[in-house]
């Protein structure tokens, strides 16, 4: 089952990363990979939300600073 991961940076602008292991989700490699996207894209505390309800992991990734209103 595949792993999907979104990731959002901006409302209109997101990238996707998905792999599969062929067993069940991993996270091998895929917050280094969030966390050097968000660098890039500017984020200075990027900040990871797992969902592991199923096999299909979701991830939703904000900046800690969008967060605080």
């Known amino acids: 089952i595949p792993l999907k991961a979104t ?14 292991n062929g067993l069940q989700p991993s996270l091998d490699g895929f917050e280094e990979y ?4 968000m660098k890039y894209k500017g ?17 939703l990734v904000k900046d800690e600073d969008e967060t605080l209103s």
Do not use: A, T
């Open 7 to 20: 990731v959002f940076f901006e409302p209109d602008e997101y990238v996707q990363h998905c792999e599969d």
């Open 34 to 37: 969030v966390i050097n996207e």
């Open 43 to 59: 984020s200075k505390k990027p900040l990871i939300e797992r969902d592991w309800s199923n096999y299909r992991g979701s991830y």
